[in-house]
């Protein structure tokens, strides 16, 4: 049964980076089946994507973070890794890491549904 | 400001039924999948719906989701004190090349 575990300092300054890691159990990161990705959620807010990864090292990430935002992959370790740089207080939030279906075809790429998450990480930004 | 909009709050009574709505458009619903989540509060989401209208295992017959152009609607019958929870949509949104949420639903099962 896979499974999803995040970890990495709960307290960021802001302007600081913010570094997380997502371990991988029960299967292994270089399946076929999945992209690799990152949803937060702010305090008593809705989901926002940040980004997703696949074995390979190819990403796909949200716009409006996308200037500030790595994503890497060690297969080795079987687990995936995020970096946001430059952070500011109103990106305390819960940070989850899940895994996605995709559908890739010869006219569209597209991220599927999220199943399972990890139990997610609090990181707060301090200012 | 979610670019998937849901009701804030929808409430009924234990054994009613209760349907919660996303609205979105031609990029994002309207050409794509909805997948929706259950999430307890102070848990992570659980995928309930997938593909517009299909069930994960373990996942009962009373939770059912369709879709209608530009919109999705997740059914929820039989309800249980054990229901409260956020409920959030989801999809791709191919002009943004982006995953997508509503603002997310809390059901109140009075």
């Known amino acids: 049964q896979l499974q999803l575990q995040e970890s990495g300092p709960g307290l960021v300054k802001a302007s600081e980076t913010l570094s997380l890691t997502c371990t991988v159990s029960g299967g292994s990161i270089i399946s076929t089946s999945y992209y690799w990705g990152w949803i937060r959620q702010s305090p008593g807010k809705g989901l926002e994507w940040i980004g997703s990864?696949?074995?390979?090292?190819?990403?796909h990430y949200n716009p409006s973070l996308k200037s500030r935002v790595a994503i890497s992959v060690d297969t080795s370790k079987n687990l995936f890794s995020l970096k946001l740089r430059s952070v500011t207080a109103t990106e305390t939030a819960v940070y989850f890491c899940?895994?996605?279906?995709?559908?890739?075809?010869?006219?569209?790429?597209?991220?599927?549904?999220?199943?399972?998450w990890g139990q997610g990480t609090l990181v707060t930004v301090s200012s | 400001q979610s670019v998937l909009t849901q009701p804030p709050s929808v409430s009924a009574a234990p054994g009613q039924k209760v349907t919660i709505s996303c609205s979105g458009s031609?990029?994002?619903?309207?050409?794509?999948?909805v997948y929706w989540y259950q999430q307890v509060p102070g848990t992570a989401p659980k995928l309930l719906i997938y593909d517009n209208n299909r069930r994960p295992s373990g996942i009962p017959d009373r939770f059912s989701g369709s879709k209608s152009g530009t919109s999705a609607t997740l059914g929820i019958t039989g309800l249980q004190t054990g229901d409260e929870a956020d409920y959030h949509c989801?999809?791709?949104?191919?002009?943004?090349?982006?995953?997508?949420f509503g603002g997310g639903t809390k059901l109140t099962v009075l």
């Open positions: 990864i696949y074995h390979s090292g190819a990403t």
């Open positions: 989801g999809t791709w949104d191919s002009s943004l090349s982006a995953v997508i």
């Open positions: 031609s990029s994002n619903i309207g050409n794509n999948y």
């Open positions: 899940g895994a996605s279906r995709y559908y890739d075809t010869l006219t569209a790429f597209y991220l599927a549904w999220f199943d399972p």
